[in-house]
Structures are given as structure tokens and as C-alpha cells.
């Protein structure tokens, strides 16, 4: 919608204050979860999830990746499958 707001001389149907209220609201989730506590809004700019990174360094880490699979035989089949009945 921005190239139609500018060629049209028209706001965006969304302004960057609606992207950042968006993210505001999922990091807000997102803190909630992982303190287990009920957060209001708006974030205080002092709130450590205000700023960039904490998320990260505070979410609980479940799984560790231990190996990686370099080669691989065979056929991996996406979608649905491609056998037949025998009806």
C-alpha cells in the first residue's frame, strides 16, 4: 500500500506507529511466557525487553543442536503421498 499511498498523495493504510505497536504487543507476549507474569502496555523504555536483544538472551533454550546430517541416501517425499490402492 505505500507506492499506492504515494502515487495516490495518501497516508499508508498502516504507519510505522502501527508496526511499532505490533511488535510492542508480540514482545510483551513474548515477555509474559517467558517470566510467567502478566505485563501491561505500553513497555517502559526501561523495561529490558524494550530494547533489542534481551528477548533472546532471557527465552528459555530447549534444545541444543548436537550434530548435523551431511550426506543423506534415499528419497524425501514433501506433500501428499504418491502411493496407489489396490482397490
Do not use: M, W
Not at 498523495?9 to 498502516?14: E, F, K, L, S, V
Not at 510492542?24 to 525487553?49: C, Q, S
Request: charged share 25%.
Amino acid at each position: 500500500d505505500v507506492i499506492a499511498a504515494i502515487r495516490d498523495n495518501r497516508g499508508p493504510a498502516i504507519d510505522g506507529e502501527d508496526g511499532r505497536n505490533a511488535v510492542e504487543l508480540v514482545t510483551a507476549i513474548y515477555k509474559a511466557g517467558i517470566e510467567g507474569e502478566i505485563v501491561d502496555l505500553p513497555l517502559a523504555p526501561e523495561d529490558p525487553y524494550y530494547r533489542s536483544g534481551t528477548l533472546a538472551q532471557r527465552a528459555p533454550h530447549f534444545y541444543e543442536k548436537r550434530a548435523s546430517i551431511t550426506e543423506q541416501s534415499g528419497e524425501i517425499i514433501v506433500g501428499a503421498s504418491t502411493a496407489t490402492s489396490n482397490d
